[in-house]
């Protein structure tokens, strides 16, 4: 039961709309497996579908401070568009006219803006923008076409827009969206496909370079909410973004990374972008690019773009389809209530065994998923409310079986011997506390003459001397594999055979009470047993089904038997005074030993039953004991 409340706990905490935990949870999980999957390996850019102009600190240093006139811009750009690309896209935000310049030309444009606009034209090319809350709508975009109305409710979206001049937007073939937003734990783990500004959809700037690279007129969103981009296919999801998989093995940054002053310097540069994608962008920390990623703490933004442009391309993308989130709902239940099942029906190392393989699966099973599903699945979600759930049963089930463990060894810790009471322990379903039945060897010892001896003794040296006979018969009861009953007044009861299987238990019983004889002779012959008058100890033995188990209430738990093997190993017990006997075995035993051990002594008639019975004893009692008949005692 407490397994159970803290699985629902953790399922309600987990499912509920919004919980804070469940997505950084998941892209935290997602991050650790995704790096697992194999990755393309690292080529030079003439095997890459992207590749990035980057204005690093050496091209600062080498042509100028940032920030450059858009002159110097259009000969990074005329440089580019020299070795014809499929598209070029500027990961740099252009908002204003040229600073460094003054106006040159109709409607206000100047020089350095002019000159940039006619390096754009010269290629198929994409400018970023900028989304603001106070900024304008803006011009119509590329189109973006619905097959049915679109369901995309966290979708980044602004009332406007911040773009490039409109002499710049002009010369391009399409605009793109630039910013990148963080996770609720920080790192940027995606690329808009799709913003909102204003009223009007409009495409992120890698969406944009593929578009163009494409030669599609137009963005379409399919009936199945999947995006469009000529021969590129994107499935957009709740959040119209793209999460963004480690497609690219360590060292493919470098290697599809061009230095912004090798390509100005050198036209044979330039001619390494023949028919690709290429994004200007700068990994230099002046021109504040520079976000944290799961693959660094600063990744440049164009590196980003890059990636969500190039797993487009190569069509390694995944998503999470709005059925997917009740699918791990329904996982994480099914997982649950199967770590229940284990903690309670299995040993804990089996059970922990168990439980670990099956959210083992589980996050292996979400892994596969990716590439070969195009799914996100969360890899540990599912499995920690399944663990939450598992570790309380299994802390529930520990704290049920101590109380059990504490319960046996209060019951048999005085009556068994240690080992058997750690065997106890160690397996309490070994015994059938509630009752069961049982073949016994039952055991009845009684004191001669005790009655007399109390009236004469000190009650001191009295309660010394049971003390010491009580540890002896207890010790030679539980050396022999027997089970002490109980002490009632004088006389030990002993059971074999319960509470768990022994071997040859009526052998064991004879062989016990010829050793109790023994120890009482010596205590006899002691000083104190000497001085008290102890006497001699007889002992009758019987063998027979019985019910054995735990009684007495819930304030004191009294481990016996009942049956007839019981009262009959009793009125035995009571018969040696009229055999002269030291020990009396019933018929009961007396069939299940060899006949070579044992020597019959007479005939009874218990109290209670009415056919006589054989008794036996010891052999090597036999010569000190009368064979006759006798009546019922």
């Known amino acids: 039961m407490a397994g159970l409340a803290v699985l629902a706990l953790l399922m309600a905490v987990w499912a509920w709309p919004g919980s804070p935990a469940r997505a950084p949870l998941r892209e935290r999980a997602l991050d650790v497996v995704l790096a697992w999957l194999p990755r393309p390996p690292a080529t030079d850019t003439g095997g890459t579908r992207v590749v990035i102009v980057d204005i690093d600190r050496a091209t600062l240093d080498r042509v100028g401070p940032w920030p450059w006139p858009r002159a110097r811009l259009a000969d990074l750009v005329d440089a580019v568009a020299a070795g014809k690309p499929a598209a070029l896209a500027l990961d740099i935000l252009l908002a204003g006219p040229d600073r460094f310049s003054s ?61 490039p001049p409109a002499v710049l937007a002009a010369a391009t073939q399409g605009l793109g969206a630039l910013p990148l937003a963080g996770d609720r734990d920080g790192p940027i783990r995606r690329v808009p496909l799709l913003v909102l500004a204003g009223d009007a959809l409009r495409p992120g700037l890698a969406v944009e370079a593929v578009r163009v690279a494409q030669q599609a007129g137009s963005l379409l969103v399919d009936a199945d909410e999947r995006l469009q981009a000529g021969a590129i296919t994107v499935p957009l999801g709740p959040d119209a973004a793209l999460r963004l998989l480690p497609q690219s093995a360590p060292g493919a940054w470098e290697a599809r990374t061009l230095p912004a002053w090798r390509v100005l310097g050198d036209p044979a540069e330039a001619s390494r972008v023949a028919g690709r994608i290429v994004l200007i962008g700068s990994s230099a920390p002046e021109l504040g690019g520079l976000r944290a990623t799961p693959a660094a703490r600063l990744t440049p933004s164009v590196q980003i773009q890059a990636e969500a442009a190039d797993a487009m391309l190569r069509g390694a993308t995944a998503w999470r389809p709005g059925w997917l989130g009740p699918a791990e709902d329904a996982a994480a239940v099914l997982l649950g209530l199967l770590g229940l099942a284990l903690a309670l029906g299995l040993r804990p190392w089996p059970a922990m065994a ?68 750690a065997r106890l322990v160690a397996d309490p379903r070994a015994v059938r506390l509630q009752g069961e039945t049982r073949e016994i060897t039952a055991l009845f010892t009684d004191i001669e003459g005790f009655t007399a001896m109390t009236e004469r003794a000190d009650p001191a040296e009295l309660v010394a001397l049971l003390d010491r006979y009580f540890d002896m018969a207890a010790r030679v009861v539980t050396e022999h594999g027997g089970m002490v009953g109980k002490f009632v007044g004088d006389a030990v009861q002993g059971i074999f055979n319960a509470p768990l299987d022994l071997p040859d238990h009526p052998r064991r019983a004879v062989a016990c009470a010829l050793a109790l004889l023994r120890e009482t002779e010596a205590l006899r012959g002691s000083d104190l047993g000497r001085r008290l008058g102890l006497g001699r100890t007889r002992i009758g033995i019987e063998t027979g089904p019985a019910i054995v188990g735990d009684v007495g209430g819930s304030r004191k738990l009294d481990y016996t038997a009942y049956g007839n093997a019981m009262n009959t190993a009793a009125r035995l017990e009571e018969a040696n005074k009229r055999l002269g006997s030291s020990i009396c075995i019933g018929p009961g035993t007396a069939a299940l030993l060899d006949p070579e051990t044992v020597r019959e002594i007479g005939t009874l008639t218990l109290r209670g039953q009415s056919q006589e019975i054989r008794v036996v004893t010891p052999a090597a009692l036999a010569a000190a004991t009368p064979g006759a008949s006798a009546p019922p005692p």
Do not use: K, Y
């Open 354 to 421: 168990g439980m670990g393989a099956a959210c083992v699966l589980w996050t292996g099973g979400a892994a596969a998923a990716v590439p070969t599903l195009a799914l996100l699945p969360d890899p540990a979600g599912p499995p920690l409310i399944a663990l939450g759930g598992f570790v309380a049963a299994l802390l529930a089930r520990f704290a049920r079986d101590e109380l059990a463990a504490r319960r046996l060894r209060a019951s048999f810790e005085q009556h068994l011997a240690p080992g058997v009471v």
């Open 103 to 163: 106006p040159a030309g109709p409607g206000g444009a100047n020089a350095g803006d002019l000159r940039l606009a006619a390096a754009l034209a010269a290629a198929p090319s994409v400018l970023g923008f900028g989304l603001d809350e106070s900024g304008p709508a803006g011009p119509p975009g590329v189109p973006v076409l619905l097959a049915a109305p679109l369901s995309v409710p966290a979708i980044w979206r602004a009332a406007g827009l911040a773009e």
